[in-house]
Nanobody, 128 residues
Framework: QVQLVETGGGLVQAGGSLRLSCAVS????????MGWFRQAPGKEREFVAA????????HYANSVKGRFAISREADDKTLYLQMNRLKPEDAAVYYC?????????????????????WGQGTQVTVSS
């Protein structure tokens, strides 16, 4: 089994920063994409950022582009999400996700169905 455990969430004032971490453990697997999603109360889970492993290209949702940065440790045991200039609308539970599935025209990095493994989430609260 593959386990993903997110940490680093918390309460921050608008304009502040947080760094989320996702620890990867369990069996070795061939990851194609790792990403971050978030879900606010009453809303659907939405894509935030991802790294595609074939070329390490980073992908971001328009709402976070220029403010958030995804990165990884070289040993692939940890994935990060640096969140800067946080806004109240960034408040949500943030989930780490990993995929063993190749992306297609339909299964893009922003599609939840691409991902095979999910963490339990970490809460991010942004006060205005």
């Amino acid at each position: 089994q593959v386990q993903l455990v997110e940490t680093g969430g918390g309460l921050v004032q608008a304009g502040g920063s947080l760094r989320l971490s996702c620890a990867v453990s369990g069996r070795t697997f061939r990851r194609t994409v790792m990403g971050w999603f978030r879900q606010a109360p009453g809303k659907e889970r939405e894509f935030v950022a991802a790294i595609r492993y074939m070329d390490f290209h980073e992908h971001y949702a328009n709402s976070v582009k220029g403010r958030f940065a995804i990165s990884r440790e070289a040993d692939d045991k940890t994935l990060y999400l640096q969140m800067n200039r946080l806004k109240p609308e960034d408040a949500a539970v943030y989930y780490c996700a990993a995929s063993e599935t190749e992306t297609t025209w339909y299964l893009t990095v922003s599609n939840l169905r691409l991902y095979d493994y999910w963490g339990q989430g970490t809460q991010v609260t942004v006060s205005s």
